[in-house]
């Protein structure tokens, strides 16, 4: 037997790292340098904040393009969108979400988000978590909010939770694709190969995330369509009154971006929403997309 050490199984050492609460939603941590590999141990407490707090901001993350896409792939499999042209060159995982106008083209999606969704809610597969890592911010505007659609289902008036309890939705890309909200915005017609990508799909109105048992509204202005099974009016009725119902104050947190955030939600318990900045100021954002079950 040979007494030369291994060098193959060096350990990776853990960091020492706290988890802030914000209050009603969301928490900090502090003290974790994510350009490092996280040990199983470190990722394991990392997993059960992002689970607890549904969003979670890591400070001052001087991460290349690859150290988000391996941190993102601790919690699963990534998803490509749909808008190849607003992919990162040589590392499809990235979506650009940017307002920045480079030779008369956008370099990125520059209105994402803006209408309360969670992303990929019209896959089949939708997305478990999404992480978004600052490049520019503008120096004003450009927040992000969040809504817990757990407590949105918990505190849903009983009609209303009655009314949906069992019922399923329609969702679909093209809901408000070119729908028009933020002034100057513009966004490419999709192509035929694209449409067939984003077909509508159905899911429960109530679902059960897959890792914590709770149960939370699964329904967004972004992309849900209708509810099935209901007269067209009624199903508009009373989708208006469970977005009003999601999006309460007291349901919300509020993100203001500091440079080289990386923020990390859950799209199984949150929607959120882009502010939108004056379209002067350029912001620039990467995302990652980890895709989730099957709702049930
Ligand atoms: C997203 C998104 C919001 C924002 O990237 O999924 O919705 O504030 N972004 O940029
Ligand atoms: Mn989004």
Request: net charge negative; hydrophobic share 40%; glycine share 6%.
């Amino acid at each position: 037997m040979s007494a030369v050490p291994s060098t193959h199984h060096l350990a990776v050492s853990h960091q020492s790292f706290q988890v802030r609460p914000f209050g009603n939603l969301g928490a900090e941590i502090i003290g974790i340098d994510l350009s490092l590999p996280l040990s199983a141990e470190d990722f394991i407490r990392v997993h059960r904040a992002h689970l607890d707090h549904h969003v979670v901001v890591f400070r001052n993350q001087h991460i290349t393009p690859e150290e988000q896409i391996a941190f993102s792939r601790r919690f699963g499999v990534l998803q490509i969108h749909v808008l190849k042209q607003f992919l990162l060159a040589s590392h499809p995982e990235i979506l650009i979400v940017s307002n920045i106008i480079e030779n008369g083209q956008p370099i990125g999606l520059g209105d994402a988000g803006k209408f309360w969704h969670s992303d990929l809610s019209y896959k089949e597969l939708p997305s478990l978590g999404s992480m978004l890592h600052a490049q520019e911010l503008p120096a004003e505007g450009g927040d992000t909010l969040f809504a817990n659609m757990h407590l949105a289902w918990d505190t849903l008036p009983a009609s209303l939770q009655k009314a949906v309890e069992h019922r399923k939705a329609a969702h679909s890309y093209t809901a408000t694709y070119s729908k028009p909200k933020f002034e100057g915005n513009w966004r490419p017609a999709l192509t035929a190969e694209q449409l067939a990508e984003v077909k509508e799909v159905v899911h429960p109105v109530v679902r059960t995330h897959p890792e914590t048992g709770r149960k939370a509204l699964f329904v967004n202005e972004g992309f849900t369509t209708r509810i099935e099974g209901l007269p067209g009016d009624e199903s508009r009725d009373i989708l208006a009154q469970l977005y009003a119902h999601s999006v309460l104050p007291e349901h919300l947190y509020r993100h203001q971006w500091q440079s080289h955030d990386l923020v990390f939600w859950d799209n199984r318990s949150l929607i959120h929403l882009a502010t939108g900045c004056p379209n002067h100021l350029r912001r620039k954002l990467y995302r990652t997309t980890i895709q989730g079950d099957a709702p049930f």
